[in-house]
């Protein structure tokens, strides 16, 4: 009676030590009271990261180009910092895809306390289950799909990360050069004004007729403020962008190097979008992942069964040992709910993929239309900025021998900044168009790249 409690114990201790040797522990993570954002560009992230080498050739000392806001908005982008993290949870369900399942074991143990018996019985077995290891392939291979469908989502964040900083390094560039224009024209106006405002008290000019200068010239301290609320807002969305204090300051290059699009390349292009865009890459795998679970669903239509054997000793100490077959009857229940639910999901994701892939064809087709009207008026912008600008010049060299007067003087003046200012908006909308182009064909981006055989094939 002595030797069976230790028995048992060490049986149990044993037992303990052999399941939770490789076992995980909860170790607490608490949560940041605080948001976590640099203070200036060397508390920056600045390693390379494997989509995008060239971030580990980030020369800081220098204005920053668009190519190097957008190289730093995806190190240190807050939500693709969450999505990375975001990464681990695919390659942990691939992981738990690749387990086999567990056999199980059971056993009782029945101490004898009276009757004809002459000792303790016991039984034992061992047991799997069939049915998971016949889908045990196809959810192996749409979790490795999933994987790869994260993968592909990752890069289209970061793809429409560095668009938009583009998008918002080209904004205050040229917000800045609007700004400047306007200032210009102020201090034209004020000038004019203040001319005005001397021959009003020498009694050359009644104050009626200064008013249509007032009135000019509230409305361009307007435009100034508009524009300068405009450019903080801009200053501070690529701020948080990149991941920044909203008060820091970013010394960007005036000089845009947004890459220029050859329409010819991207129709060139457009016919590879579902191999290049991440995001129909994406779908691409989503919809191969499906069409696994839809197989899977179709294996399990197989009985639930689990084979296995079993041993034991009754009380009169005769032994046996045989097999075990545990088995469903697929009589009100042939997996029909789970075939029609992953079935019906397959053919949702068909749609989306065509859908998007539609979608992003005609987008890039407007975007080409856009473009070229938008060049169009460019070369219009500049004659006519070019005409305003020498008729602006010509009147100051008329103003210096008082060939004209001051209000004629500054009209045309007024009049060049004006056409400079438009210039400026249609080269910005320009700008703007080439970087959605660059971003939605991928132009000098990393592409994805789709497992062979994850096409989209009609359900």
């Given at each position: 009676?002595?030797m069976?409690?230790n028995?048992f114990?060490?049986?149990?201790?044993a037992?303990v030590?052999l399941?939770?040797?490789?076992?995980?522990?909860?170790a607490?993570?608490?949560?940041?009271?605080h948001p976590?954002?640099?203070a200036?560009?060397s508390e920056?992230?600045?390693?390379s990261?494997?989509?995008?080498?060239?971030t580990g050739?980030?020369d800081l000392?220098?204005p920053?180009?668009?190519d190097?806001?957008?190289?730093?908005?995806v190190?240190?982008?807050?939500?693709?910092?969450?999505?990375?993290?975001?990464?681990?949870?695919a390659?942990?369900q691939?992981?738990?895809a690749?387990?086999?399942?567990?056999?199980?074991i059971?056993?009782n143990?029945?101490?004898?306390?009276?009757?004809?018996?002459?000792?303790?019985?016991?039984?034992?077995g061992?047991?799997?289950?069939?049915?998971?290891l016949v889908t045990f392939s196809s959810?192996?291979r749409a979790?490795?799909?999933?994987?790869?469908q994260?993968?592909?989502?990752?890069l289209?964040?970061?793809?429409?990360?560095?668009?938009?900083?583009?998008?918002?390094y080209v904004?205050?560039?040229?917000?800045?050069?609007?700004l400047r224009?306007?200032?210009?024209?102020?201090?034209?106006?004020?000038?004019?004004?203040?001319?005005?405002?001397?021959a009003?008290?020498?009694?050359?000019?009644?104050l009626?007729?200064?008013?249509?200068?007032?009135?000019?010239l509230?409305?361009i301290?307007?435009?100034?403020?508009?524009?300068?609320?405009?450019?903080?807002?801009g200053?501070?969305?690529l701020?948080l962008l990149?991941g920044?204090?909203?008060?820091a300051?970013l010394d960007?290059?005036t000089?845009i190097t947004?890459?220029t699009?050859d329409p010819?390349?991207v129709?060139r292009?457009?016919?590879d979008?579902p191999?290049r865009?991440?995001?129909?890459v994406a779908?691409k795998?989503g919809?191969g992942?499906?069409d696994?679970k839809?197989?899977?669903?179709?294996l399990a239509?197989?009985?639930?069964?689990?084979?296995?054997?079993?041993?034991g000793r009754?009380t009169?100490a005769?032994y046996?040992?045989?097999?075990?077959?545990t088995m469903?009857?697929?009589?009100f229940?042939r997996?029909?709910?789970?075939?029609?639910?992953?079935?019906t999901?397959?053919r949702?994701?068909?749609?989306e993929?065509r859908?998007r892939?539609?979608?992003?064809?005609?987008?890039?087709?407007?975007?080409?239309?856009d473009q070229a009207?938008?060049?169009r008026?460019?070369?219009?912008?500049?004659e006519?900025a070019?005409?305003?600008?020498?008729?602006?010049?010509?009147?100051?060299?008329?103003?210096?021998?008082?060939?004209?007067?001051?209000?004629s003087f500054?009209?045309?003046?007024?009049?060049?900044?004006?056409r400079k200012?438009?210039?400026?908006?249609i080269?910005?909308?320009?700008?703007?168009?080439?970087v959605?182009?660059a971003?939605?064909?991928?132009i000098d981006?990393p592409v994805?790249?789709?497992?062979?055989?994850?096409?989209v094939?009609?359900?």
């Amino acid at each position: 009676m002595i030797m069976r409690p230790n028995f048992f114990s060490k049986a149990a201790c044993a037992i303990v030590v052999l399941f939770c040797g490789g076992c995980e522990f909860y170790a607490p993570l608490p949560l940041e009271q605080h948001p976590k954002l640099a203070a200036n560009l060397s508390e920056l992230r600045l390693a390379s990261s494997p989509n995008w080498p060239e971030t580990g050739k980030l020369d800081l000392s220098k204005p920053l180009s668009a190519d190097a806001v957008a190289l730093l908005a995806v190190l240190n982008n807050p939500d693709l910092v969450a999505a990375r993290a975001g990464r681990g949870i695919a390659e942990a369900q691939l992981l738990q895809a690749g387990l086999l399942p567990n056999p199980q074991i059971t056993g009782n143990y029945g101490f004898l306390r009276a009757g004809p018996g002459t000792t303790d019985s016991w039984t034992a077995g061992l047991s799997e289950d069939v049915r998971a290891l016949v889908t045990f392939s196809s959810g192996r291979r749409a979790a490795e799909l999933g994987q790869r469908q994260t993968m592909a989502d990752l890069l289209w964040q970061e793809w429409q990360v560095i668009g938009k900083a583009r998008l918002l390094y080209v904004d205050r560039v040229k917000q800045d050069q609007s700004l400047r224009l306007l200032k210009d024209a102020r201090a034209v106006l004020n000038d004019r004004l203040a001319r005005d405002r001397r021959a009003v008290d020498q009694g050359n000019l009644t104050l009626a007729a200064i008013a249509p200068d007032l009135a000019a010239l509230t409305d361009i301290d307007k435009q100034v403020a508009d524009a300068e609320q405009k450019a903080r807002s801009g200053a501070r969305d690529l701020n948080l962008l990149i991941g920044l204090e909203p008060s820091a300051k970013l010394d960007l290059a005036t000089e845009i190097t947004v890459p220029t699009i050859d329409p010819t390349e991207v129709e060139r292009l457009i016919p590879d979008l579902p191999m290049r865009r991440p995001d129909l890459v994406a779908l691409k795998l989503g919809y191969g992942a499906q069409d696994e679970k839809y197989y899977g669903a179709i294996l399990a239509q197989f009985p639930a069964l689990i084979l296995g054997g079993s041993g034991g000793r009754d009380t009169s100490a005769v032994y046996s040992i045989g097999p075990t077959v545990t088995m469903d009857l697929p009589i009100f229940n042939r997996n029909q709910g789970n075939i029609a639910i992953e079935k019906t999901t397959r053919r949702k994701l068909y749609i989306e993929y065509r859908n998007r892939l539609t979608a992003g064809e005609a987008e890039i087709h407007g975007l080409l239309a856009d473009q070229a009207l938008l060049q169009r008026q460019l070369t219009d912008a500049r004659e006519h900025a070019d005409e305003a600008e020498h008729a602006a010049n010509a009147a100051k060299a008329a103003y210096a021998v008082a060939l004209i007067d001051a209000r004629s003087f500054a009209d045309l003046i007024t009049a060049a900044l004006t056409r400079k200012q438009e210039l400026v908006t249609i080269e910005q909308s320009l700008l703007e168009q080439q970087v959605a182009l660059a971003t939605l064909t991928g132009i000098d981006m990393p592409v994805a790249d789709p497992l062979p055989d994850a096409g989209v094939s009609e359900p």
